[in-house]
Nanobody, 116 residues
Framework: VQLVESGGGMVQPGGSLRLSCAAS????????MSWVRQAPGTGPEWVSG????????SYADSVKGRFTISRDNAKNTLYLQMNSLKPEDTALYYC??????????WGQGTQVTVSS
């Protein structure tokens, strides 16, 4: 199992970023997927999840209405569109295989920093 995140960076408050996660080593289309983040000094926080077909999505209250998760099973890729970013969104963002309560693999993460 390999999950490789990209798309992070530094952005001003109110800005946007789109994260991507390239998956390999397993049948991507048969797994629910999630995004998880971890800020310095805190534990992991589940951010968003999507089912195998992409028709059902869920979000943490802290990002609802600002973030959108999606997937392209033909490209084995997971996405997270992040809009209206806030300083409290600053964290290392991980792509994870599995749903909110049962993800078991994650990548190396991509850093998102929201600062003026």
């Amino acid at each position: 199992v390999q999950l490789v995140e990209s798309g992070g960076g530094m952005v001003q408050p109110g800005g946007s970023l789109r994260l991507s996660c390239a998956a390999s080593g397993f049948t991507f289309s048969t797994y629910d997927m999630s995004w998880v983040r971890q800020a310095p000094g805190t534990g992991p926080e589940w951010v968003s999840g999507i089912n195998t077909g992409g028709g059902r999505t869920s979000y943490a209250d802290s990002v609802k209405g600002r973030f959108t998760i999606s997937r392209d099973n033909a490209k084995n890729t997971l996405y997270l569109q992040m809009n209206s970013l806030k300083p409290e969104d600053t964290a290392l963002y991980y792509c994870a295989r599995g749903s909110q309560y049962e993800y078991n693999y994650w990548g190396q993460g991509t850093q998102v920093t929201v600062s003026s």
